[in-house]
């Protein structure tokens, strides 16, 4: 199992979340967060903007549906700008469901 966590631009998180349920996964944490990358913020014209909205999507996925979610996530968020976010992928030892106990996803 793999964690998969992706910082996108706000106005894409739909568009990424319908192009996940139409691939079958369904399963997913979305988290309205600040931050900034490599470019340190945004000027424009006089203001700097040194943290922008973003929403992290959190999702754990089984090891062989990683490329489809990252494909999937890196398609519906690309604007060709500076900004249209990063993606993290993580290994994940175990997954518990609290009222079940049932292991794995």
Same mark, same amino acid.
């Given at each position: 199992?793999?964690?998969?966590?992706?910082?996108?631009?706000?106005?894409?998180?739909?568009?990424?979340? /319908?192009?996940? *349920? !139409?691939?079958?996964?369904?399963?997913?944490? &979305?988290?309205?967060?600040?931050?900034? =990358?490599?470019? #340190?913020?945004?000027?424009?014209?006089?203001?700097?903007?040194?943290?922008?909205?973003?929403?992290?999507?959190?999702?754990?996925?089984?090891? /062989?549906?990683? *490329? !489809?979610?990252?494909?999937?996530?890196?398609? &519906?968020?690309?604007?060709?700008?500076? =900004?249209?976010? #990063?993606?993290?992928?993580?290994?994940?030892?175990?997954?518990?469901?609290?009222?079940?106990?049932?292991?794995?996803?």
């Amino acid at each position: 199992m793999k964690m998969v966590r992706a910082i996108v631009r706000p106005e894409k998180v739909d568009s990424i979340v /319908e192009g996940l *349920e !139409e691939a079958g996964h369904f399963s997913l944490t &979305k988290l309205n967060v600040f931050g900034r =990358g490599k470019q #340190k913020g945004i000027t424009l014209g006089d203001v700097h903007y040194d943290e922008l909205p973003k929403v992290m999507v959190l999702m754990v996925v089984d090891d /062989e549906s990683v *490329e !489809e979610v990252i494909k999937i996530i890196s398609f &519906k968020s690309y604007t060709g700008h500076f =900004g249209d976010g #990063k993606v993290f992928v993580s290994p994940v030892e175990e997954a518990i469901t609290i009222r079940t106990g049932a292991r794995g996803l």
